[in-house]
């Protein structure tokens, strides 16, 4: 399996992304909130550890995490041609693990695309956005506050994967169709 990592602040398109690489590229798009819940709800040995810590209001660790990312994949059909991390990596350790993960299976990652918006267009969506989804951490001190912890997290990431030459910047600013067809220029030379 080649895989990419879809990586941009909150509010930066990347679960509209998601969807149109699913379409185009046949690739399977990986949430690790989604893979917790589902492994929670079924009450599984390792769904009980991760209820364990997400309950208590705890960050699941990384070795956790892996455990159930290797499980999934390990389920997918063997011609599956590849997977869209979404919601993983955050932490630098989690980067360097990811890919101790894809090496030792003989997958790798192809690589990180980071959606970029700047941080006044990300505001205006996220307070748009609240208007009409009821989400309670739609509100300027909460995204200002998930902002400043997705900086701080991900800065490292997106270093990580600069340095070992898989990171490529998009920019996240037009019509949808514009910035999924800069982010299809890059996929294009992966999935050809």
Request: glycine share 8%; charged share 30%; net charge neutral.
């Amino acid at each position: 399996m080649v895989n990419i990592i879809l990586c941009g602040a909150p509010g930066s398109g990347k679960g509209t992304q998601s969807d149109f690489i699913v379409d185009k590229y046949a690739l399977t798009h990986l949430s690790t909130g989604d893979l917790m819940r589902k492994e929670m709800a079924s009450g599984s040995e390792l769904g009980q550890l991760l209820n364990s810590y997400i309950s208590q209001g705890h960050l699941v660790p990384d070795d956790v995490t892996l455990q159930l990312l290797e499980q999934y994949i390990d389920s997918l059909p063997k011609d599956t041609k590849g997977l869209i991390f979404d919601g993983f990596p955050r932490t630098l350790n989690q980067a360097i693990q990811l890919e101790r993960l894809m090496k030792k299976r003989g997958d790798k990652t192809a690589m990180l695309i980071d959606i970029n918006v700047p941080e006044d267009e990300i505001i205006r969506r996220l307070l748009e956005r609240g208007k009409t989804s009821g989400r309670a951490d739609d509100n300027l001190e909460t995204i200002k506050e998930r902002l400043k912890v997705y900086h701080e997290q991900t800065r490292p990431v997106d270093d990580y994967y600069e340095l070992i030459d898989k990171y490529v910047r998009i920019q996240g600013l037009g019509k949808v169709s514009e910035i999924f067809g800069r982010i299809s220029r890059v996929l294009d030379k992966i999935y050809k």
